[in-house]
């Protein structure tokens, strides 16, 4: 007689764990958890994730200034994700780009940063 065993998920685990998980995370994963199912969209939405994940990049990887426009305790969870979102993407846009022009006076290029 085979016994069928169920399969553990992710899922299963405590909402606790389930946060305390995405806190280690980079913020593009826990954008992503979200799109996964119910509970983890329900944890990728606390603030405590968001404050963790802040106060780990303000401590680490941010390498410019990073204001804040009121004290931390008044934001909200759907504050500081868009804090750190739009700062992340806002940097992707600073990067240098290089473009190499060609005039017709003088058939020559140069490399403009």
């Not at 995370?25 to 802040?54: G, I, M, P, Y």
Request: proline share 5%; glycine share 2%; net charge negative.
């Amino acid at each position: 007689m085979m016994s069928t065993l169920e399969i553990p998920r992710l899922t299963h685990l405590p909402l606790e764990i389930l946060m305390e998980i995405m806190k280690h995370v980079e913020w593009n994963d826990v954008l992503s958890l979200r799109r996964c199912c119910r509970a983890l969209h329900s944890v990728s939405k606390d603030r405590d994730v968001w404050l963790s994940l802040l106060r780990r990049y303000c401590n680490t990887v941010i390498p410019r200034p990073f204001f804040l426009s009121k004290p931390l305790e008044l934001y909200s969870s759907e504050d500081l994700e868009a804090r750190i979102v739009n700062w992340w993407t806002g940097w992707e846009g600073l990067r240098p780009t290089m473009q190499t022009f060609t005039t017709d006076e003088t058939s020559s290029s140069f490399t403009w940063e």
